[in-house]
């Protein structure tokens, strides 16, 4: 299984932004489910959002929900998330990979990850 390899992160302010961007590996071609994850020690690794790159259907947990943006670009074959108005509770090490969905969950699909990507909001 492809791993796919997150990159952007970097140290922002809280309201400030960032552009997480994904190399998908030609999976924004047919129809896959690509997520973003996030992994603190605190709460472990969450799904935050997951495009549905057949239909360009998106989802999100409620925690990023109005703040972040999940979108593709299949011609560049990246999957990017845009993150405004940091919060430093957003201070993670962020992945992308293969998703699905459990009901409001989203979960990964892979069994291994790929590079992620350091993402941290200072106060």
């Known amino acids: 299984q492809v791993q796919l390899t997150a990159s952007g992160g970097g140290s922002v302010q809280a309201g400030g932004s960032l552009r997480l961007s994904c190399a998908a590996n030609g999976y924004t071609s047919g129809s896959n489910a690509i997520g973003w994850f996030r992994q603190t020690q605190e709460k472990g690794r969450e799904g935050i959002a997951v495009i549905y790159t057949g239909s360009g259907s998106v989802y999100y947990d409620d925690s990023v929900l109005g703040r972040f943006t999940i979108s593709q670009d299949p011609v560049a074959d990246t999957v990017y998330l845009q993150m405004n108005n940091l919060r430093p509770e957003d201070t993670a090490m962020y992945y992308c990979?293969?998703?699905?969905?459990?009901?409001?969950?989203?979960?990964?699909?892979?069994?291994?990850w790929g590079q992620g990507t350091l993402v941290t909001v200072s106060p």
């Open positions: 990979s293969l998703a699905r969905r459990k009901g409001q969950t989203i979960l990964p699909n892979v069994s291994a």
